[in-house]
T-cell receptor
Framework: GAVVSQHPSRVICKSGTSVKIECRSLDFQATTMFWYRQFPKKSLMLMATSNEGSKATYEQGVEKDKFLINHASLTLSTLTVTSAHPEDSSFYIC??????????????FGPGTRLTVL | AQSVTQLDSHVSVSEGTPVLLRCNYSSSYSPSLFWYVQHPNKGLQLLLKYTSAATLVKGINGFEAEFKKSETSFHLTKPSAHMSDAAEYFCVVSSFGYNKLIFGAGTRLAVHP
């Protein structure tokens, strides 16, 4: 149980275009999902917390107009990188917190999406 | 405030020898502690978690970790390394009722034949 999927796994796009990444919890409902960014050989950096039916909460320094997050259902959150530029190239990972995690904040992670902006 | 420090950025062991990956944490409240593993270009897999039950936590693939409050440590160990254990390992802390996970910088484990 507690499987999280991401689509696509890899995407290459031209500078100036927008890219949408989907994160799905396959066997549980997640009222809260999280989006992380990981630079090569670095740790994960939390970008935003996505709550179903409400606006996402962005971490300091993350441009909300650049990284649009929509959490339209209890099993789906999307991250759209708008007007992508080469510096947006990165590994994006989502996670979802199942209701059974209680107050301990256990999260299950998706396999990640490798974005390359040319 | 919460923070986590992984004391080694790289650890190299021979196959069949013990593994020790060190992690120290700081937390104002009762912490939850996790170890995740990440293989190249993959997502994160939970190895084990501590959530205020037994201080010695057993995880998958023969890994275990011991929560030591007096030392604020949560070191990851395995008696005998396999080649497939080569990966990046992250120590992660969260506090009771806190919404976020705080990641350590990661430790890259290399396993040599």
């Amino acid at each position: 149980g507690a499987v999280v999927s991401q689509h696509p796994s890899r995407v290459i796009c031209k500078s100036g275009t927008s890219v949408k990444i989907e994160c799905r919890s396959l066997d549980f409902q997640a009222t809260t999902m999280f989006w992380y960014r990981q630079f090569p050989k670095k740790s994960l950096m939390l970008m935003a917390t996505s709550n179903e039916g409400s606006k996402a909460t962005y971490e300091q320094g993350v441009e909300k107009d650049k990284f649009l997050i929509n959490h339209a259902s209890l099993t789906l959150s999307t991250l759209t990188v708008t007007s992508a530029h080469p510096e947006d190239s990165s590994f994006y990972i989502c996670s979802a917190r199942p209701p059974t995690s209680g107050s301990y904040n256990e999260q299950f992670f998706g396999p990640g999406t490798r974005l390359t902006v040319l | 405030a919460q923070s986590v420090t992984q004391l080694d950025s790289h650890v190299s062991v021979s196959e069949g020898t013990p593994v020790l990956l060190r992690c120290n944490y700081s937390s104002s409240y009762s912490p939850s502690l996790f170890w995740y593993v990440q293989h190249p270009n993959k997502g994160l897999q939970l190895l084990l978690k501590y959530t205020s039950a037994a201080t010695l936590v057993k995880g998958i693939n023969g890994f275990e970790a011991e929560f030591k409050k007096s030392e604020t440590s949560f070191h990851l160990t395995k008696p005998s390394a396999h080649m497939s254990d080569a990966a990046e390992y992250f120590c992660v802390v969260s506090s009771f009722g806190y919404n976020k996970l705080i990641f350590g910088a990661g430790t890259r484990l290399a396993v040599h034949p």
